[in-house]
């Protein structure tokens, strides 16, 4: 295309706890705010960091991603070497590659990939508190294993969506392609994978497990709230702090937008 700049595709790791999630804010600090920034001290002012996604408030990240435009060829490695040296401890561009002129890092991706954390444990945990959801309580792994079963697959989701409202006018059919729950030594993972997800998705579906599991709920019951299409029949919000966004997905040559893949669609913005 004549008159292109160059596109890069960043993925960007970072620390939930210490920002007010992804968006530029006024006032607070911000995941693209400082991204932004590290583009300016290496003389690419104006430089706009368009993520694939916003998180919220405490969710990390091990493989958000962003692109840029930039007025200049700046080869990929030493791109990455040079954002690095001017971010902060708690924030990382893990991977830089030359995309397409067209490539848009929402718009191209073809879904997500999400682990969120619990820790089971009667006594508080003193150590890493920001970083997993804390249970007193101990769970059924199995019955929520077996519960998660009817989320897997194309359904409307409006149960799990904290703002079903707004999202119902743009549509609260998704696909989960995978769902996984991972025993761990003192609690669990629980990893899902899908084409898109509505906003607090994932951390909705968490805390309707854990009625599962704390034996408040039998397993049926989480089929019967995802038919009910109704965010007041399920479970509360699981907190922010457990959620990790592992990998935003695209297509092998970064060439083919959301949508056109097979299974692909445009995923709302936040999680």
């Known amino acids: 295309m004549v008159g292109a700049v160059p596109t890069y ?23 693209q705010e400082e991204l932004e920034r590290a583009c300016a001290a290496i003389d690419l002012p104006d430089t706009h960091v368009e993520g694939a996604g916003r998180t919220d408030t405490g969710v990390h990240a091990f493989g958000q991603c962003a692109h840029i435009r930039i007025d200049r060829d700046f080869p990929a490695d030493k791109l990455q070497l040079a954002l690095n040296s001017n971010l902060p401890e708690d924030v990382a561009v893990r991977r830089s590659v030359v995309a397409p002129d067209e490539f848009h890092a929402r718009f191209f991706a073809g879904g997500k990939r999400y682990l969120y954390r619990v820790v089971c444990s009667a006594v508080k945990p003193a150590v890493g508190r920001p970083y997993f959801h804390w249970s007193r309580r101990d769970v059924d792994i199995d019955a929520m294993r077996r519960a998660m079963q009817c989320l897997r697959g194309e359904h ?32 669990f993972d629980f990893v899902v994978q899908g084409s898109g997800f509505l906003y607090n998705m994932v951390r909705n579906i968490v805390g309707t497990l854990l009625e599962v599991g704390y034996g408040n709920r039998p397993v049926e019951w989480v089929a019967e709230v995802l038919k009910g ?11 922010a702090r457990g959620l990790y966004l592992l990998r935003v997905l695209y297509g092998d040559d970064l060439s083919v937008p959301a949508g056109k893949e097979p299974g692909g669609e445009r995923s709302s913005p936040r999680r």
């Open 229 to 239: 299409a109704d965010r007041r029949l399920a479970g509360a919000t699981a907190p």
């Open 156 to 187: 409307d989701f409006a149960s799990f969506a904290t703002n079903p409202g707004y999202e119902r006018s743009r549509g609260t059919v998704r696909t989960l392609h995978h769902v996984h729950l991972v025993r761990r030594r003192d609690g």
């Open 9 to 31: 595709l960043l993925t960007v790791a970072y620390d939930g706890s210490r920002f007010h999630g992804w968006q530029r804010q006024p006032g607070v600090r911000t995941v």
